[in-house]
C-alpha cells in the first residue's frame, strides 16, 4: 500500500468491504477494495454470472441549468446537447492542445440536468475545468461525488438479480441508457452502462443508501453466482474488454486520435469547443502512434512501461499488461510507431484472441521483460468480446 | 496469515525448511497473500548454484511480479513440476504442494544466521501492516 490507509477517503460501503475480509489498497486517494478472495475467481464470476462492484471512488458532477447543454458542448469533445434524456455518451475533456484531461461519461437525465462521470483521480480537474468553462454559459457545476455512491452490477446474470428489486423496467433500459429508479427501496439513477465488456448496471444513489442496496443486491444475487469484485478484477476485464485507462492508454500527452478514439471527436458540431484546432488538425495527419493489441508467447507478463521490439529495436512501450483470466495467456495494449505496427501486420494477420499461436512462425514483436525479448503476436481488440455482441 | 512453527523465514518472504543437506523453499502464507493470484513462477532449474540472500527467480501475479531469493547457499537439487502447471498452488497451499525448489546445501556453507524463527518474521509481517 502506497498511500496511508489512514489518510485515504472511505466510501460508504468501506464497512462492508472489512467486513467481507477485502484486500484494501489505495486508490487516487481513496481506501478501496483491491480483491476479496480470488481475482482471477472474481474476473470469472463477471464472465460467467456477475460481479457486484463498489464504485463510489469515481467522481459524480452535475451539470445543470438552461444553457447546461451549450457549456458541455462547448467544454468537451462530444456533442451533449445531441443527447436525448436517458441516454449516455463515451467522451472525453481535451486541452486546448488536445491532450486528453479525461475520459468521462455523460448522462443526460433531463433537458436542463446532466451527470458527468470522471476517474477518480481527476474528479477535481475535471471540475475546476467545467465550472470554469461554463462560466457565463448559464450551468452550474457541482462536485457530487461525496454525497454519491456508485454500486455497479456487471455480468450475463446482472439483470435477473437488479430486476426483483427495482421498478424500472430492465428490458426497456438499453445499454448506454440511464433514468431515475426505486432500487431496493431507494431513490437512485439506474443505467446500463459499465468498464467490463459486460451486460450491466451502475446505480447511483445517497451515499446514506449505499450499504442497503449493496446488501440487497448481494442477498438477490447469492444463489445467481453474484460474487463481490475489486479492483483488481475491474482492472484485467477492462483490459479483456479493450477499453482504455486514464494514466496508462490516456494521458494530457495523447489525443483521442492516438488512442484509436477519434470517433468521440465531434468535429463537425457547431460552435466553437476547447481543442477544436487543434484536434482539427490531428485529425488530418497521419497518425504519430498506433494503439494495438499484443499476446504474448510466454507466460511471463508485460507490464506498464516496458518496451515493445521490432526487428530488435524500440517501435513502442506496453500501457497495460495483464496474465488474460478469460484467455489464459498474457496480453497486452501498447502505442506503437505507425511504421512497425505495419511491418507487424504486413508479416501476418492480427492474431484472433482465440487463436493458438501459429506454430513455428516468428512473432513479428517482443516485449522486453525485465531484459528478455519475450515473442508477442497483434492481436484484434477487443481481445474479449461477450457472446451475441 | 499462517506462520508454521517448524520454518525458517527470509526478510524477503520464502520460508525453508532445512533437514540434513536438504533445504526446501517457498513463498510465505503473508507473501502469497499480498501478491494476489500467482498465474508463473520462475525457479533455477536442477544443477543451478544459489547464493543465500540472491535473486534466483521470480513469481508473477495478476498485478506484479516478485523477485525469489535464495535463503540458503548450494545447488538446485529439485523444481516442483506440479507449480509450473498449478501455479494457483502458491495461494491455495504455500507451505505444502506450493513448495517451490529444493537446494543440496553446500558443504561449506555459512550458517544461515540472517533467517528468521516463526516469532520473528511474524514480527516483521505484523510491522508491514
Given at each position: 500500500m502506497t498511500e496511508r490507509a489512514a489518510e485515504l477517503r472511505r466510501t460508504p460501503l468501506a464497512g462492508i468491504h472489512e467486513e467481507l475480509g477485502a484486500t484494501m489498497t489505495g486508490f487516487a486517494g481513496w481506501l478501496m477494495p483491491?480483491?476479496?478472495?480470488?481475482e482471477t475467481a472474481e474476473h470469472a464470476a463477471v464472465r460467467s454470472a456477475a460481479g457486484l462492484f463498489d464504485l463510489s471512488h469515481m467522481g459524480e458532477i452535475a451539470v445543470t441549468g438552461p444553457g447546461a447543454a451549450d457549456a458541455l458542448d462547448y467544454a468537451?469533445?462530444?456533442?451533449?446537447?445531441?443527447l436525448a434524456p436517458g441516454r449516455a455518451r463515451y467522451t472525453m475533456i481535451c486541452a486546448?492542445?488536445?491532450?486528453?484531461i479525461d475520459d468521462l461519461i455523460v448522462y443526460r437525465l433531463a433537458a436542463q440536468e446532466y451527470l458527468v462521470v470522471a476517474n477518480a483521480a481527476n474528479t477535481a480537474v475535471v471540475a475546476a475545468e467545467l465550472a470554469s468553462r461554463a462560466e457565463g454559459r448559464g450551468a452550474d457545476v457541482t462536485d457530487r461525488t461525496g454525497d454519491c455512491a456508485l454500486i455497479a452490477v456487471q455480468g450475463p446474470a446482472a439483470a435477473a438479480i437488479l430486476a426483483p428489486l427495482t421498478d424500472a423496467s430492465l428490458g426497456d433500459l438499453r445499454y448506454y441508457a440511464g433514468h431515475r429508479a426505486r432500487v431496493a427501496g431507494a431513490q437512485a439513477m439506474l443505467a446500463?452502462?459499465?468498464?467490463?465488456?459486460?451486460d450491466g448496471f451502475e446505480i447511483f444513489a445517497r451515499a446514506e443508501d449505499a450499504a442497503g442496496i449493496w446488501r440487497a443486491i448481494a442477498g438477490a444475487g447469492a444463489g445467481l453466482g453474484l460474487v463481490p469484485a475489486g479492483l483488481a478484477a475491474r482492472d484485467t476485464l477492462r483490459l479483456e474488454a479493450g477499453m482504455p485507462l486514464y494514466g496508462n492508454e490516456l494521458?494530457?500527452?495523447?489525443t483521442p486520435f492516438d488512442a484509436?478514439?477519434?470517433?468521440?471527436?465531434?468535429?463537425?458540431?457547431?460552435g466553437p469547443f476547447v481543442g477544436r484546432e487543434a484536434l482539427a488538425r490531428r485529425a488530418g495527419q497521419p497518425p504519430q502512434r498506433v494503439l494495438a493489441g499484443l499476446i504474448v508467447r510466454s507466460r511471463r507478463v508485460p507490464r506498464h512501461g516496458y518496451p515493445v521490439l521490432h526487428a530488435g529495436s524500440r517501435c513502442g512501450t506496453v500501457t497495460s499488461g495483464a496474465p488474460s483470466p478469460t484467455l489464459g495467456v498474457p496480453i497486452a495494449m501498447a502505442y506503437l510507431d505507425p511504421q512497425a505496427a505495419e511491418a507487424a501486420f504486413a508479416s501476418g494477420p492480427a492474431r484472433q484472441?482465440?487463436?493458438?499461436?501459429?506454430?513455428g512462425a516468428q512473432a513479428p514483436l517482443a516485449i522486453d521483460i525485465r531484459g528478455q525479448a519475450v515473442p508477442a503476436d497483434l492481436a484484434a481488440l477487443p481481445f474479449y468480446r461477450r457472446p451475441g455482441r | 496469515m499462517t506462520v508454521p512453527e517448524e520454518l525458517q523465514y527470509t526478510q524477503e518472504h520464502e520460508w525453508v525448511k532445512i533437514s540434513g543437506s536438504s533445504a526446501t523453499v517457498g513463498i510465505t502464507d503473508y507473501a502469497q497473500h499480498a501478491l494476489g493470484d500467482v498465474v508463473y513462477v520462475s525457479v533455477p532449474p536442477p544443477g543451478t548454484k544459489v547464493s543465500a540472500g540472491e535473486p534466483c527467480g521470480e513469481v508473477e501475479s495478476t498485478k506484479s511480479v516478485s523477485d525469489l531469493y535464495s535463503p540458503v547457499d548450494g545447488e538446485v537439487?529439485?523444481?516442483?513440476a506440479e507449480v509450473d502447471e498449478n501455479p494457483g498452488l502458491v495461494n491455495a497451499d504455500p507451505y505444502g504442494a506450493g513448495w517451490l525448489f529444493r537446494v543440496t546445501l553446500?558443504?561449506?556453507?555459512?550458517?544461515?544466521?540472517?533467517l528468521l524463527s516463526a516469532a520473528e518474521y511474524e514480527d516483521l509481517t505484523r510491522e508491514a501492516e
Open positions: 483491491l480483491r476479496y478472495r480470488s468537451l469533445v462530444g456533442q451533449p446537447s445531441a486546448e492542445d488536445g491532450g486528453v446500463r452502462t459499465g468498464y467490463t465488456g459486460e494521458s494530457r500527452d495523447v484509436g478514439l477519434g470517433r468521440v471527436v465531434k468535429l463537425d458540431k457547431p484472441a482465440a487463436d493458438a499461436a501459429p506454430a | 537439487s529439485e523444481v516442483n553446500a558443504e561449506n556453507a555459512r550458517q544461515p544466521e540472517a
